[in-house]
């Protein structure tokens, strides 16, 4: 008996070594070769009825707190990427000139929901906070500061965590004008700067396909598979959420 357990506990530590080694060799190659990187994107309105079906309950909460808090629904949409499908919502507040999206990220395994308020400035600079639990896989871009705060489970707290970092650090920046009609175009505009500022940093090939993708460098697939897979994933979670409280603290 003594001697199956040792087995199968040796098994086991070979298993927990090799598939971290395995994905942290390979799988650069695999995303290089097989991951795109959206450029040209055109998301499609999706129905109330639509969206409604794939809201899980911390999405429901999400959007009655941010009723309360004076935020108009906009528009919905859907994502189609490589390992999981993303929906996603609009909401609007003329008040503050803030706007909202509530995120449902659906993979075969689980889903998941986020909130995140995003701010964009006449500078070309935005201010984005999320309580997203998986950080993102790509590196600081210089033209968006981002802060994640996983703790922050209220729309309420989030919300407070936003006035407070855009008064530290964009206190005299004019926020640009949303215009509710145009929301996914926004949206759109901010995924085709961040293709530009992947490509500014080498990570991405400068030719849009036909697909409206980039391909990644093989330096970019480094890059994205190091933040994605154990143990950089861990690491690069800890980084994120400690550089978040720490400039929140700051404030």
Same mark, same amino acid.
């Given at each position: &008996?003594?001697?199956?357990?040792? +087995?199968?506990?040796?098994?086991? !530590?070979? /298993?927990?070594?090799?598939?971290?080694?395995?994905?942290?060799?390979?799988?650069?190659?695999?995303?290089?070769?097989?991951?795109?990187?959206p450029t040209l994107v055109r998301f499609p309105s999706i129905s109330e009825?639509?969206?409604?079906?794939?809201?899980?309950?911390?999405?429901?909460?999400?959007?009655?707190a941010l009723?309360?808090?004076?935020?108009?629904?906009?528009d919905s949409s859907s994502l189609l990427n490589t390992h999981a499908?993303?929906?996603f919502r609009l909401y609007w507040n003329a008040e503050i000139e803030l706007?909202? &999206?509530?995120?449902?990220?659906? +993979?075969?395994?689980?889903?998941? !929901?986020? /909130?995140?308020?995003?701010?964009?400035?006449?500078?070309?600079?935005?201010?984005?906070?999320?309580?997203?639990?998986?950080?993102g896989a790509y590196p600081v871009l210089g033209h968006r500061l981002a802060y994640r705060f996983p703790r922050l489970l209220a729309a309420e707290e989030l919300l407070?965590?936003?006035?407070?970092l855009r008064r530290?650090?964009?206190?005299?920046?004019?926020?640009?004008?949303?215009?509710?009609g145009r929301g996914l175009r926004f949206l759109e505009q901010g995924m085709r700067d961040e293709s530009e500022a992947l490509l500014r940093l080498g990570l991405v090939e400068p030719e849009i396909g036909d697909d409206g993708k980039r391909a990644l460098t093989l330096r970019g697939a480094i890059a994205l598979t190091y933040r994605a897979v154990p143990p950089g994933l861990h690491i690069w979670n800890y980084l994120t959420r400690r550089r978040a409280e720490r400039a929140l603290a700051a404030t």
């Open positions: &008996m003594q001697h199956v357990l040792l +087995t199968l506990s040796i098994l086991i !530590c070979v /298993l927990l070594v090799a598939a971290p080694l395995f994905q942290n060799l390979v799988g650069p190659f695999l995303i290089w070769r097989l991951q795109r990187i009825a639509a969206f409604a079906e794939n809201m899980s309950a911390e999405a429901v909460l999400y959007e009655r009723l309360a808090l004076g935020f108009v629904k906009l499908t993303s929906f706007a909202a &999206m509530v995120v449902i990220a659906k +993979t075969a395994r689980k889903t998941l !929901c986020y /909130l995140e308020f995003s701010q964009k400035y006449e500078d070309g600079s935005e201010l984005d906070v999320s309580n997203a639990t998986r950080p407070d965590a936003h006035t407070r530290k650090h964009k206190p005299d920046a004019r926020p640009v004008r949303f215009e509710p």
